[in-house]
């Protein structure tokens, strides 16, 4: 979308680079915040970026607002033409597991946790079935973040608002597309495991009406993602014991980043025949 500035009050502009939270968005208002900072532009008092916006407070004696609001859409029409490169670095984080302090501050606070006797390592390893902490400690550890899943979708594809992870915000551009895949046709979501459509950078064409026909059609897919441990809800193999998110595992494949379809009837594609798999906006939306 094209950016829009609005004034606030007779010191501030407010920019709005896009409606919803994306990369694409948050670059350009860095991209333009630090034009703004580096030509130290006289009168320019403050400037606060944001995820997808930004806002440029300013001292109008020294400056006129309309002369102000003119570099500044200068900017942005050079942020548009401009190749987006970003540096990165490699940077190791060791991860301890079971230490001392961290361990002693959260049996401190254990009386609203699933297990107030033990220790949240524990604890996961007992609902994945795990023979107990090294166990977990090594499948935590060993599992690649990046994972892909060949099955069907089953259950009724929806709408997740509010998530921690999109800062609580709710309406249809923050919202994710949650949906359950399991190895038959014919299972139930109890038998599934839950992959999350995040709406940062969700193509358009990944819609809710494209995910039930998939589970209408029972047509066979194949979803790579994120491996992401989700300790909010509980794996529940028996039929009836969480209704509001039913599972086999704690596990999900959160966020998606790519989802394909069996182009042929009745399933049975290999994964590792990349003729015989279609992107998901290639099918008809009912």
């Known amino acids: 979308m094209q950016t829009r ?5 007779d010191e501030h502009i407010f920019a ?4 919803a939270m994306s990369l694409e968005a948050f670059f350009k208002s860095l991209f333009i915040t ?8 006289k009168g320019v008092a403050e400037i606060c970026p944001a995820n997808a916006s930004y806002q440029v407070k300013f001292d109008p004696d020294r400056i006129k607002p309309d002369d102000l609001l003119t570099e500044l859409k200068r900017m942005d029409t050079a942020a548009e033409k401009s190749e987006p490169v970003i540096a990165t670095r490699i940077i190791e984080i060791p991860v301890l597991y079971n230490d001392p ?15 107030p006797n033990g220790t949240d390592l524990e604890y996961a390893a007992r609902i994945n079935n795990l023979d107990g902490v090294d166990s977990f400690i090594k499948a935590h550890s060993s599992a690649p973040w990046f994972v892909s899943m060949v099955g069907f979708v089953v259950g009724r594809p929806s709408v997740n608002p509010g998530e921690s992870a999109n800062c609580y915000l709710t309406g249809a551009p923050n919202n994710d597309f949650e949906f359950t895949i399991a190895a038959a ?6 038998e599934g ?7 940062q950078n969700r193509p358009k064409t990944w819609t809710l009406g494209r995910l039930k026909k998939l589970e209408t059609d029972r047509r066979q ?3 790579v993602g994120q491996l992401m441990f989700d300790t909010r809800h509980l794996p529940n193999p028996k039929r009836g014991t969480n209704h509001e998110s039913p599972r086999v595992s704690t596990w999900e494949i959160h966020p998606v980043t ?5 182009q042929q009837p009745g399933g049975a594609c290999d994964p590792r025949r990349d003729e015989q798999w279609q992107p998901l906006e290639s099918m008809v939306e009912r």
């Not at 002693?104 to 699933?114: I, K, V």
């Open 5 to 9: 500035f609005s004034f606030g009050g």
């Open 16 to 19: 709005e680079v896009d409606d």
């Open 34 to 41: 630090n034009a703004v900072r580096d030509a130290k532009i």
């Open 101 to 115: 302090w961290t361990h002693e501050t959260l049996m401190r606070f254990r009386e609203r946790h699933q297990d």
């Open 185 to 190: 046709a014919d299972a139930t979501p109890y």
């Open 193 to 199: 495991i839950v992959g999350e459509m995040i709406p």
């Open 221 to 223: 897919v194949m979803v």
């Open 258 to 262: 790519t989802f394909l379809v069996c």
